[in-house]
C-alpha cells in the first residue's frame, strides 16, 4: 500500500500510527509526488475506485481518477483544482466534481487536497476524499421539495390574489347596485308621492269643497248638517294622513327649501311625536352649504334612522344634532344621552349598513361612537363639500 513511505517520516512508530490511522478511516486516503503520481492510498479508498492499493500505487491520479468532468468532456491536467493547488503549495476542498472508478462509472465526491512540506518546499501532497452520492442525492431531493413548495406557495398566491380582486370586484358592484337601489328607489317615491298628491290630494280636496258646500245648504237640518260634520273629520283626517305619507315618502320641505331647514322641521316633528327633546345646531356657514339633490336626500334618509334607532333602542331623553365645518369638510353629529350600545366593527344589521353605505356612496365617512350607558354619537364627515358650495353636490 505504502510506495516509498520514507518521503513522508523515518521513523518506524510514526509509520506504524500513519498506517493504523489509514486503515481505520472510511474516507479514502492518497498520497501523490510533486508529478502527480500515487505514493500511498489506504484501503477504503482503493475500494472506493474498485482497485485493490497495488494496482494504484505509481500511477498518475489524475489521469486515473480525475481525468474527465461529470459529463464526461475531458478535464486536463492543468485545469485539475488539486494539483494547481499543491502545485502552489495550499489546500483545497472540493465537493462538486465527480471520481471515476476502474469499470467507467463515476461518483459524486468531496475530496480535500493539503500539501506535504519538506522545510519550505512542497514534495506532494495528502488527498483525503468520499463518495457523496447519498448526500446530493438527499441535496437534491429537498432542492425538488424546496422548488415544488416555492411553486405550490406562487400558484396559491395567484389564486389567493385572484380570489382577493374577484372578491374586491364583487363588493364594488354590490356598493355601486346598493346605492343605484337608494337612487330608484327614490325616485320611485318621487313618482308615487307625485301620483297621490295629483290624483287622491285633489280629489280630496274636492269632496271637502263640495262637502263643505252641501254643509252650507244644509244648514236647517240638524240631522243631516251632522251626518255631514262628520264627513268633513273624516275627509280632514284623511287629508292629514296623506300629507304625512307624502311626507314621509318626499319631504316636500326638502325640495323646497334644502336639507337644513328639512333637517330642522324632522327634529321637531320628532320631538312633538317622541317626546324626546331635540336640539338643532347649523350655524349660517352650514345653512349656505348645498350639496345636490342626491347628496341631500341621503343625509336626511341617514338622519331619519339615526332617529328612528334613537326612539326605538336608546331609551334617550335628549337628542342633538350638530352640523359644523371644518375646512372644506361638512360633519353632522347626532348625539343622544341613552343607554349607548356596543359598537360592532363591521355592522351587520341593515339600518346601520344602510347609513354607512350611504355615506360611503357620498365620498364620506361615518362613525358610530357609543358604549353601553354612555350615550350614543353618530358622525358623519363628508369631505370636499364646502369649499367652491355653489358647484358642490354628490
Ligand atoms: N342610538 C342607539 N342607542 C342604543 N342602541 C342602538 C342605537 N342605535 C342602534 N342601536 C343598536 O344597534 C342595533 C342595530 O341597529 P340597526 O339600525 O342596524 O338595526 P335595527 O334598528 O335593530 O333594525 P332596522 O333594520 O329596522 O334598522 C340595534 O338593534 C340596537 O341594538
Ligand atoms: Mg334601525
Given at each position: 500500500?505504502?510506495?516509498?513511505?520514507?518521503?513522508?517520516?523515518?521513523?518506524?512508530?510514526?509509520?506504524?500510527?500513519?498506517?493504523?490511522?489509514?486503515?481505520?478511516?472510511?474516507?479514502?486516503?492518497?498520497?501523490?509526488?510533486?508529478?502527480?503520481?500515487?505514493?500511498?492510498?489506504?484501503?477504503?479508498?482503493?475500494?472506493?475506485?474498485?482497485?485493490?492499493?497495488?494496482?494504484?500505487?505509481?500511477?498518475?491520479?489524475?489521469?486515473?481518477?480525475?481525468?474527465?468532468?461529470?459529463?464526461?468532456?475531458?478535464?486536463?491536467?492543468?485545469?485539475?483544482?488539486?494539483?494547481?493547488?499543491?502545485?502552489?503549495?495550499?489546500?483545497?476542498?472540493?465537493?462538486?466534481?465527480?471520481?471515476?472508478?476502474?469499470?467507467?462509472?463515476?461518483?459524486?465526491?468531496?475530496?480535500?487536497?493539503?500539501?506535504?512540506?519538506?522545510?519550505?518546499?512542497?514534495?506532494?501532497?495528502?488527498?483525503?476524499?468520499?463518495?457523496?452520492?447519498?448526500?446530493?442525492?438527499?441535496?437534491?431531493?429537498?432542492?425538488?421539495?424546496?422548488?415544488?413548495?416555492?411553486?405550490?406557495?406562487?400558484?396559491?398566491?395567484?389564486?389567493?390574489?385572484?380570489?382577493?380582486?374577484?372578491?374586491?370586484?364583487?363588493?364594488?358592484?354590490?356598493?355601486?347596485?346598493?346605492?343605484?337601489?337608494?337612487?330608484?328607489?327614490?325616485?320611485?317615491?318621487?313618482?308615487?308621492?307625485?301620483?297621490?298628491?295629483?290624483?287622491?290630494?285633489?280629489?280630496?280636496?274636492?269632496?271637502?269643497?263640495?262637502?263643505?258646500?252641501?254643509?252650507?245648504?244644509?244648514?236647517?237640518?240638524?240631522?243631516?248638517?251632522?251626518?255631514?260634520?262628520?264627513?268633513?273629520?273624516?275627509?280632514?283626517?284623511?287629508?292629514?294622513?296623506?300629507?304625512?305619507?307624502?311626507?314621509?315618502?318626499?319631504?316636500?320641505?326638502?325640495?323646497?327649501?334644502?336639507?337644513?331647514?328639512?333637517?330642522?322641521?324632522?327634529?321637531?316633528?320628532?320631538?312633538?311625536?317622541?317626546?324626546?327633546?331635540?336640539?338643532?345646531?347649523?350655524?349660517?356657514?352650514?345653512?349656505?352649504?348645498?350639496?345636490?339633490?342626491?347628496?341631500?336626500?341621503?343625509?336626511?334618509?341617514?338622519?331619519?334612522?339615526v332617529l328612528t334607532n334613537v326612539s326605538r333602542h336608546a331609551g334617550a331623553r335628549n337628542v342633538q344634532l350638530v352640523a359644523s365645518t371644518e375646512g372644506d369638510a361638512l360633519t353632522?353629529?347626532?348625539?343622544?344621552?341613552?343607554?349607548?350600545?356596543?359598537?360592532?366593527?363591521?355592522?351587520?344589521?341593515?339600518?346601520?349598513?344602510?347609513?354607512?353605505?350611504?355615506?360611503?356612496?357620498?365620498?364620506?365617512?361615518?362613525?358610530?361612537?357609543?358604549?353601553?350607558?354612555?350615550?350614543?354619537?353618530?358622525?358623519?364627515?363628508?369631505?370636499?363639500?364646502?369649499?367652491?358650495?355653489?358647484?358642490?353636490?354628490?
Amino acid at each position: 500500500m505504502f510506495a516509498n513511505l520514507h518521503n513522508l517520516s523515518h521513523h518506524a512508530a510514526w509509520r506504524r500510527q500513519l498506517e493504523l490511522i489509514l486503515e481505520s478511516t472510511g474516507e479514502g486516503i492518497y498520497g501523490i509526488d510533486l508529478r502527480g503520481r500515487c505514493i500511498f492510498i489506504n484501503e477504503a479508498g482503493a475500494e472506493m475506485l474498485g482497485y485493490t492499493p497495488d494496482e494504484v500505487l505509481g500511477r498518475s491520479m489524475h489521469y486515473l481518477i480525475h481525468h474527465s468532468h461529470a459529463d464526461e468532456t475531458l478535464m486536463p491536467v492543468h485545469e485539475c483544482r488539486i494539483y494547481k493547488a499543491f502545485q502552489e503549495g495550499h489546500g483545497i476542498r472540493v465537493d462538486n466534481e465527480v471520481l471515476w472508478r476502474r469499470d467507467g462509472s463515476s461518483f459524486p465526491a468531496e475530496y480535500a487536497s493539503y500539501p506535504i512540506r519538506d522545510g519550505d518546499s512542497v514534495v506532494g501532497a495528502v488527498v483525503t476524499f468520499n463518495d457523496i452520492t447519498e448526500r446530493k442525492r438527499t441535496e437534491r431531493l429537498l432542492q425538488e421539495a424546496h422548488d415544488q413548495l416555492e411553486r405550490r406557495v406562487r400558484e396559491r398566491t395567484a389564486e389567493l390574489t385572484a380570489a382577493h380582486d374577484n372578491l374586491r370586484q364583487s363588493h364594488e358592484s354590490l356598493r355601486r347596485l346598493s346605492a343605484h337601489l337608494n337612487s330608484v328607489r327614490e325616485e320611485e317615491r318621487r313618482h308615487i308621492a307625485r301620483d297621490i298628491h295629483d290624483d287622491l290630494g285633489a280629489a280630496l280636496t274636492a269632496l271637502q269643497l263640495d262637502m263643505n258646500w252641501l254643509r252650507q245648504r244644509l244648514a236647517g237640518d240638524e240631522t243631516l248638517a251632522g251626518k255631514l260634520d262628520d264627513m268633513l273629520e273624516v275627509g280632514s283626517e284623511a287629508m292629514s294622513a296623506v300629507r304625512r305619507i307624502l311626507n314621509d315618502l318626499r319631504p316636500g320641505v326638502l325640495d323646497h327649501l334644502g336639507l337644513w331647514p328639512a333637517l330642522e322641521t324632522l327634529l321637531q316633528e320628532f320631538q312633538r311625536r317622541s317626546g324626546i327633546a331635540c336640539r338643532y345646531v347649523c350655524p349660517p356657514a352650514v345653512e349656505r352649504c348645498r350639496l345636490g339633490r342626491d347628496a341631500e336626500i341621503a343625509l336626511y334618509r341617514i338622519v331619519q334612522e339615526v332617529l328612528t334607532n334613537v326612539s326605538r333602542h336608546a331609551g334617550a331623553r335628549n337628542v342633538q344634532l350638530v352640523a359644523s365645518t371644518e375646512g372644506d369638510a361638512l360633519t353632522l353629529r347626532i348625539a343622544d344621552d341613552g343607554q349607548g350600545m356596543r359598537v360592532p366593527p363591521q355592522p351587520t344589521s341593515f339600518g346601520l349598513l344602510g347609513m354607512r353605505e350611504r355615506t360611503l356612496a357620498l365620498g364620506g365617512r361615518l362613525n358610530i361612537v357609543s358604549s353601553p350607558g354612555e350615550g350614543t354619537t353618530v358622525v358623519l364627515c363628508l369631505p370636499g363639500v364646502v369649499a367652491g358650495q355653489q358647484g358642490a353636490s354628490a
